[in-house]
């Protein structure tokens, strides 16, 4: 955040700013956001809100763009959609196997079996029981 004050009083335009702000302050805070983000504890996630509260404050960012929680919530769908179809990613196997279920209540994200919730926290096992109440 130094770094683009420095760079604002230099006389960097705002839209500008805010291209570096997305393109380097999002990309160290989601870094491997789905391994860790099941990890982190609600104090820690505050922390990142206010981040980028801070953002907003300092007109980097919009209220109306995506909070943190919301990116790594997109971040999380598009990797585990990755992994689910394509066989070739280099975690797929960590994958249950697929059951085929000949009754059809609901469509389900996926057709993997249930297994076991050992730890919620771990990015698989989040995704596989995400929206099943």
């Known amino acids: 955040m130094h770094a683009l004050k420095i760079l604002r009083r230099h006389g960097m335009s705002q839209e500008a700013l805010r291209i ?3 393109a380097v302050i999002f990309a160290k805070l989601t870094y491997a956001a ?3 983000w099941g990890f982190a504890f609600a104090d820690d996630r505050k922390r990142l809100e206010a981040f980028m509260r801070r953002g907003v404050r300092l007109d980097l960012y919009t209220r109306e763009e995506p909070t943190i929680n919301e990116l790594v919530e997109g971040l999380d769908d598009t990797l585990f959609h990755r992994i689910l ?7 797929h196997y960590l994958l249950p196997p697929a059951t085929s279920i000949t009754y059809n209540l609901r469509q389900r994200r996926h057709n993997r079996q249930l297994t076991t919730k050992a730890d919620d926290r ?3 096992i989040r995704k596989l029981y995400e929206d099943i109440y």
């Open 85 to 91: 179809y394509d066989e070739t990613h280099v975690i």
């Open 122 to 124: 771990n990015f698989i």
């Open 34 to 36: 789905p391994a860790w």
């Open 20 to 22: 570096v702000y997305k």
